[in-house]
């Protein structure tokens, strides 16, 4: 039983709270000998694994450092390129750190923001009249539970798929964004939520849970 | 228990079948318009998952619901897409979608040298074994108004 994390969409589709409360860290490291048996591409300003999944390496990792070195976009901390270090047989056994890329801010907004059509067109395409937009999505890793309110706010849970009783959840949040968000007179609507009330019911609710389960809030 | 409609992509993403058994509402635009629209909702939702998905993923995006039907989604490593409507408390549709491309989609039009794999089906046979197929299937029970 795990939550993963929590966003509040505005009515018009913007991302007004994010909160990521238990993030797994996927890393690996390995040495690896000339030549190096997978297959890099950039893209995105990231140096990522295109080809050759194995143990722990997931196509699409991001590399993260070289040698121990950090690498920020296509060049080593040091100055040198990436690909440059990569390509010279000297520099073998080479150490590669490779994870899967955490989200900046900019891409959550754009996936808070991709979402909207997509809750929207699943309630134009339903074969049954009067259809709601996704309220559940589930994928082979994670669950995803969406209650939009009357006003058109949407809460998002992205839980384990094992979870249970995610909808009390979803009402909770809404009640502390009630609660704590809305009456909050420095809180302005559409905007994101900056109230440090709401940050710290919110996290303790999720601690409880964690504790004791979703019966005992 | 109700099957509503299914719709076969190839990876290009035309339309290659489409057929319902219980659509009370029509989206009000013509069934290539519809498709586009569902193959276009499709793809983002792939990219959508395998981004704000934690873990990483192997299958991706299994199925979504709404408070009146569930879209059950199937994808090959050829990149065939299956989608299966259903109502909300369907079991095990995700087999029944494997049984399809296994049993029917394989059998009567891979197997059929007179079907293109890029068209869309007219195999009248393939149509039959899947209007059969999905009729005597646990899933399909017509709602009892």
Redesign the interface.
């Known amino acids: 039983m795990v939550i ?2 929590i966003y509040i969409v505005s009515k018009s589709g913007g991302l007004i709270f994010n909160y990521d409360h238990t ?2 860290k ?1 890393e690996s490291e390995k040495r690896f000998s000339y030549p190096l048996d997978i297959k890099l591409s950039y893209e995105n300003k990231k140096v990522s694994v295109e080809f050759g999944q194995r143990e722990g390496l ?1 196509v ?2 991001v590399l993260y450092a070289v040698n121990g070195v950090p690498v920020t976009g296509r060049q080593l901390d040091d100055g040198r390129e990436v690909s440059e270090v990569i390509e010279n047989k000297e520099n073998y056994p080479l150490t590669l750190k490779f994870g ?1 890329p955490k ?1 900046t801010t900019n ?1 959550k907004i754009f ?1 808070a923001s ?2 909207y ?2 809750f929207a ?22 669950k ?1 539970h969406c209650f939009q309110t009357l006003t058109g706010v949407k809460v998002m849970i ?1 839980v384990d798929k094992t979870q249970i009783g995610t909808e009390v959840l979803l009402k909770k949040v809404y009640e502390l964004y009630a609660d704590y968000a809305l009456k909050n007179p420095f809180y302005s609507l559409e905007m994101p939520i900056r109230c440090e009330l709401f940050d710290t019911n919110l996290k303790s609710m999720l601690e409880q849970v964690d504790k004791n389960g979703i019966a005992s809030i | 228990m109700t099957v ?2 299914i719709y076969i992509f190839d990876k290009q993403g035309s339309l290659l079948f489409y057929q ?1 058994w ?4 029509n ?1 009000g635009m013509t069934r290539e318009e ?1 498709a586009k ?2 193959y ?2 499709l793809f ?2 792939k990219s ?22 569930t ?1 059950h989604y199937l994808e090959t490593p050829s990149g065939l897409k299956f989608v299966l ?1 259903t ?1 909300n408390h369907s079991q095990g549709v995700r087999d029944l979608l494997h049984q399809i491309y296994k049993e029917i989609f394989v059998e009567y039009v891979v197997k059929n040298p007179l079907c293109s794999l890029n068209e869309p089906i007219q195999s009248e046979l393939f149509k039959t074994k899947l209007d059969a197929y999905i009729k005597q299937s646990s899933v399909y029970l017509t709602k009892s108004m």
């Open positions: 993963y994390g993030l797994p996927i997931h699409g990792h899967r989200m891409e996936l991709m979402f059509p997509l067109i699943a309630s134009q395409l339903s074969p049954e009249p009067k259809s709601s937009g996704i309220e559940v999505l589930e994928a082979d890793t994670f995803l992205i | 509503h409609n319902e219980n659509r009370l509402k989206s519809e629209l569902m276009g909702m983002s939702l959508f998952v395998n981004k704000i998905s934690p873990l990483d993923t192997k299958e991706g995006f299994l199925y979504y619901k709404t408070s009146k039907y879209l409507n109502d």
